[in-house]
């Protein structure tokens, strides 16, 4: 019973610190006032919620965009990287050949076979070479593809 008393007094006091917070009749220009700016910033709010929903949006797709172009980047690298080590294979490959042909030169013989596998193992290494510079190539283009697009 104690509790019940002790509560309706503090909901009393709180009732009259209301009250007395609340304007008179004759402040209804103020309160006025009061409202007008309340509505403003509520309009206020409204847009800057709407402006963060339109930066989110555009956010969200160019981490969209970037999260594509890191995946097409990291396909463009892997395949880089196969050329690169095809390429090394075949210059490995013609520097052993070369080796061999050179001491069979000193040796004053000619082998026509060393010649032939000296010659298949350039051919090799050039065209690795021409695959790794397409790839180098198609990298290349895959990132100016977007700056042109912007651009046009």
Do not use: F, H, Y
């Amino acid at each position: 019973m104690d509790d019940i008393k002790a509560l309706e007094v503090r909901i009393t006091t709180a009732l009259d610190r209301i009250r007395a917070g609340l304007p008179q009749s004759g402040d209804t220009q103020a309160a006025a006032d009061l409202t007008a700016q309340l509505n403003d910033e509520r309009s206020a709010n409204a847009q800057l919620e709407e402006r963060v929903k339109q930066l989110k949006s555009r956010q969200d797709g160019q981490i969209a965009d970037m999260e594509v172009r890191i995946r097409d980047q990291a396909a463009q690298l892997a395949s880089l990287d196969a050329e690169m080590q095809q390429l090394r294979g075949s210059n490995a490959d013609l520097t052993e050949v070369c080796s061999k042909l050179r001491a069979v030169a000193i040796e004053g013989a000619v082998d026509p076979e060393l010649i032939n596998r000296a010659l298949m193992a350039e051919v090799d290494g050039l065209t690795a070479q021409r695959s790794s510079e397409a790839a180098e190539v198609a990298a290349i283009l895959s990132d100016l593809k977007p700056l042109l697009q912007k651009e046009g």
